[in-house]
């Protein structure tokens, strides 16, 4: 298979105090199916950018990546049908056949030249084919052939992202890179996505669902906090290896300073003697004098090598746990109101969006310290639940009851500040602007996002700050949907040990299958209608 080469690249922003990327060098087989990790705002997209052509190296160069197609990519015309869309989306289909039916239409000997080359190029990129085989990949993905003929606008994101995702695989001179494909995809959309690239060979995939991952890629490409390292295996199989070197670091760290603390005391007690014996000579007679200033500088010199073996020991001390993930603790200040009746109760519910009714006759209760997750497929009623238990949708039928004094924190699928400066945000929404310094540090968001407008934010910062905001708001019981969408697995990690630690209340929709298996007490499915408990 080719490769992808990155010559000593070097990539920044024009308002960005930092490059994304100096003197990245690094070799990619397309025939891998690679996996790229790493904290948000370390340049994956960026990476997936420049392979594509979107981007330029403003030094270096990388070459071998021509064909690179990115998802996701803009859609012209959603109103039109699927077929065409996609059909597009492998070049110009649906413009040939009509010019084909013109020419053929108008007759004449210069038409028909011109249908018949036309015609040729038609069939050299594969334009009898290309139904068959978009009908095939949607069986692969499990989309119904008939979605095909419907406005694309009308499909589902998950439907959305599933299609589009299908013809960077029928491109044959193309090489997919997927872009946090899992954003808005719910569970079995994730599972049957997966299972398709788990078939496909050659790939480039920006995730941060980790079981996902772990399906789908056999080497990780991880963006690190001083390097770029490639793995083989999947995301477990490298986190474990990463662990691994930590660990192996960390000790030698230690081992170092103690060593360092030993040779330190040897290197001051050599230079005390030295001094010593040096100030003899003058107490002695003459005879003595030499004796005694050849012995003060042999322990000089011993002094001197055992600083210099010193100097060693700390410059391989430096270049130790470069990689190392900053691991502060993520506090939830959320108040305690346990005992006594739910926080928040619905009774027989019914919920109505879309022109169709989307839960009919549902019962639940929040108790103080429970982490319910509410699942099921995209389309089923979370969000307009999630809404209406929070007052800002009406119910169809039913009552839902809020506790009296409980306070709640919604956390939101999209976020809800996007543009302006977050300093300006915080004062309109009273809330205290070193605490939110506090939390975003944790989930790694820099200092300079208070300096910025909220518009040049990443989707992953814009995400944690949608979630620092829920978190900063006093609350009896938190309501989050979707909080993980395009927030790195360092940051799920932190939100997940301080879930666990901190135990508030929290209801919530989240697809990452690992993440609710850490978190939810109980687990409400609403398309059985079933609660579980863990």
Known sequence: MASIVFNNVHFSYPAAATPVFEDLSLVLDTGW?????????????????????????????????????????????????TRSVLKDALGPFTAWERDMADLLERGGEAALTAYADLHERYVARGGYRVDADLAREFDALGLHESLLDRPFATLSGGEQTRALIATLFLDPDGYPLIDEPTNHLDAAGRDRLMSYLAGRRGFLLVSHDRHFLDGSVDHVLSLNRSDVRINRGNFTQWRTHADEVLAHEARTRQRIERDVARLESAARDTRRNAASREGDKYRTGALDKGFIGARAARQMRRARSVERRIESELAERRGLLGNAEKSRRLDIGTRSRAGGAPLLSAGGVTL??????????????????????????????????????????????????????????????????????????????????????????????????????????????????????????????????????????????????????DGPTVLFVEHDRRFVDAVATRVLDLTARAFTAR
Request: aromatic fraction near 4%; charge should be positive; glycine fraction near 14%.
């Open 352 to 501: 109505s969006g879309g022109g169709r009714v989307l839960l009919r006759r549902l019962d639940l209760e929040i108790r103080a310290g429970e982490r319910v997750a509410l699942t099921g497929p995209n389309g089923c009623g979370k969000t307009r639940l999630l809404d209406a238990l929070c007052g800002t949708a009406q119910v169809d039928a039913g009552l839902i009851r809020r506790r009296p004094g409980v306070t709640i924190a919604r956390g939101h699928q999209h976020p809800l500040w996007r543009r302006g400066l977050l300093r300006e945000r915080l004062r309109d929404a009273g809330l205290e602007e070193t605490r939110f310094r506090q939390l975003l540090g944790v989930v790694g968001v820099g200092a300079d996002a208070f300096d910025r407008d909220l518009s040049t934010f990443s989707a992953g910062q814009l995400k944690k700050v949608d979630l620092c905001r829920c978190l900063a708001t006093p609350a009896d019981l938190l309501i989050c949907d979707e909080p993980l969408n395009y927030v790195d697995l360092y940051s799920r990690e932190q939100i997940e040990q301080a879930m666990l630690e």
């Open 33 to 81: 199916r690679t996996g790229v990790v790493g904290r948000n705002g370390r340049g994956k997209t960026t990476l997936l950018k420049l392979v594509s052509g979107e981007l330029a190296a403003e030094r270096g160069e990388v070459t071998g990546a021509a064909g690179g197609r990115r998802f996701p990519a803009p859609v012209a015309d959603p109103r039109r049908a």
